[in-house]
């Protein structure tokens, strides 16, 4: 069963599969209360670099410093390089992952700079990675920078 | 005396400034062609996210993935943490740096993921950033998720 932490960024993952984009969802928590969140954006904007953890940071807007280091960003899949990177600029000490049996991205380096990350091994969100995976690999392998 | 290569990152820098934007500008090269040019977008679009690296990859679109491996990213600052993390999951293989004095980003886990970092030290790109900072030092901080 999903976690109630988990079901805004799993509801933004399955959105972006309706709309047919990669299905990847995140949400932003501050002091424990949901400020944004995102889905990955690339199909449905021709974006680059609107990841979920991206598009939910954008959606939250210009916040201060001290928000974002009370602050944990909750994504349905493993964060890649980029996303990681962002997370370690803003100092968001924990990060909470849905899975990462589809993917998995830098989390040693967020380990490595002292983020908290818990994964929580959802299989709703493993399913809906895994259909999309199989049905679309070449989309999938874009949004990893894979040839 | 500013080197071609470096000149539309340059060039995007002033404009960003022009526009009361945080004066940091990218340009991306693909076998030596120029493909894109981006820069820092914070005040202009309210962006956290539309740094001059990551605005740069936008306005390239979505190029494979074997451009990116055969890519050169420039950029008038040393890259943070996101830039760094964008840069190396599209595995850009080279980043050449306008300057490193006003800010020094990941440029060491560039290095150890095999990115090709060169460092210009050019004084036109520091004399922008540093006349910036001096200006907008809460500005400047907010980017880089200092409090």
């Known amino acids: 069963m999903t976690s109630e932490l988990l079901l805004p960024a799993l509801n933004s993952a399955r959105k972006g599969r309706a709309e047919g984009g990669i299905p990847i969802g995140a949400a932003l928590y501050v002091e424990g209360a949901i400020v944004s969140t995102g889905r990955n954006r690339r199909q449905q904007l021709g974006s680059v670099i609107r ?20 602050a944990t960003m909750v994504t349905t899949l493993s964060p890649c390089d980029m996303c990681t990177g962002a997370i370690l600029l803003y100092r968001i000490p924990h990060v909470v992952i849905g899975e990462n049996r589809s993917y998995r991205g830098a989390e040693d380096l967020l380990r490595e700079r002292g983020v908290q990350v818990d994964v929580l091994d959802d299989q709703a969100c493993t399913l809906l990675m895994q259909e999309f995976m199989a049905e679309f690999p ?10």
Chains 1, 2 share one sequence.
Do not use: F, Q
Not at 51 to 70: I, S, V
Not at 138 to 147: A, C, H, K, M, T
């Open 138 to 147: 070449s989309l999938w392998n874009e949004d990893i920078g894979v040839l």
């Open 51 to 70: 990841h979920a953890e991206m598009d939910c940071l954008e959606h939250a807007g210009r916040l201060p410093a001290g928000a974002y280091t009370k």
